[in-house]
């Protein structure tokens, strides 16, 4: 079983930024891909950005590209999101969540563990 937690979300004016984490533990971190998505209200739940097991592969939805970074620490079992020149479309809520491949997808049913998710709130 594994568990993933996130932390980091908050209140930020347009423009700023924020950095969620994510916090795994249950199998070998580096064997799989990590991805984050974001679900904002009415909405259905939307890929985000997804990194490969050893870190060096990653792709983006075509709406954060140039704004987000996804990284991940292996030996720290961590995953990051650095979002900057956040919008008020960026609103939502984001969950982590745990790939069964090594190479990263953007599909969500290639993910079988997710996190509880952390709000994101952008101001205009």
């Known amino acids: 079983q594994v568990q993933l937690v996130e932390s980091g979300g908050g209140l930020v004016q347009a423009g700023g930024s924020l950095r969620l984490s994510c916090a795994a533990s249950g199998r070998t971190f580096s064997n799989y891909a990590m991805g984050w998505f974001r679900q904002a209200p009415g909405k259905e739940r939307e890929f985000v950005a997804t990194i490969s097991g050893g870190g060096r592969s990653t792709s983006y939805t075509d709406s954060v590209k140039g704004r987000f970074t996804i990284s991940r620490d292996n030996p720290k079992n961590m995953v990051y999101l650095q979002m900057n020149s956040l919008k008020p479309e960026d609103t939502a809520a984001y969950y982590c969540?745990?790939?069964?491949?090594?190479?990263?997808?953007?599909?969500?049913?290639?993910?079988?563990?997710w996190g509880q998710g952390t709000q994101v709130t952008v101001s205009s």
């Open positions: 969540a745990a790939s069964g491949y090594y190479v990263p997808r953007a599909a969500a049913v290639s993910y079988n563990y």
